[in-house]
């Protein structure tokens, strides 16, 4: 069932920092941030994160990711059940390893696991497609920075950095259409 006009979305983040997961809610369109919601924060434990941090560098099949996932599971469960009224969820679950020069990328997490968990729908593993197809693997952040300028109504052309686990470097131009 497609739904017409502006939608809240939580999404959430867990970057190599491991210090925890962050969560935000906005109302769009798709195209344009109508409002910005609640936002909050649920940090690792020192045991998740030597859990997590043990599973770095690892692929699918490797014996720590089973481990880590459960990990970030929960605590984005954890996080994410303190919500109320999002119609989806975007998550990116935790990168355990990148390799973008040989198109792949893993990050631990199921998304399904969690749409089931919260009864809402979940989109995930945004980053394998962009690896898979020559990108570095953020494929959402050029897309939210001109958004994000577009709300502040910015008239100029500026830069975003982005700095995380994988730089990123946006240049837009406001002016332009979406």
């Known amino acids: 069932m497609a739904k017409r006009g502006p939608i809240w979305v939580l999404g959430t983040m867990s970057g190599t920092s491991l210090d925890g997961v962050d969560a935000a809610m906005l109302r769009t ?3 344009a941030i109508v409002e910005f919601g609640p936002h909050a924060y649920r ?20 014996p720590a990711v ?16 303190r919500f109320t009224g999002a119609e989806l969820i975007g998550f990116h679950g935790q990168t355990l ?3 973008p020069a040989h198109g792949r990328t893993h990050q631990a997490g199921n998304g399904a696991l969690l749409a089931e968990l919260l009864k809402t729908p979940v989109v995930w593993d945004f980053r394998s497609t962009d690896v ?6 953020a494929p959402l952040a050029p897309f939210y920075h001109f958004a994000c300028a577009k709300w502040t109504r ?4 500026l ?8 730089g990123n470097l ?9």
């Open 66 to 81: 089973a481990a880590a996932a459960e990990v970030v599971e929960t605590a984005h469960a954890e996080l994410l059940t």
């Open 97 to 99: 390893a990148h390799d």
């Open 29 to 31: 369109d798709g195209h």
């Open 43 to 62: 940090p690792y434990t020192a045991t998740e994160q030597a859990t997590i941090r043990a599973a770095f560098g690892q692929w699918p099949g490797d």
């Open 154 to 157: 910015a008239t100029e052309p």
């Open 170 to 178: 946006t240049w837009l131009d406001p002016t332009q259409p979406a």
């Open 159 to 166: 830069a975003i950095l982005n700095l995380g686990g994988v």
């Open 132 to 137: 898979q197809m020559g990108g570095q693997g």
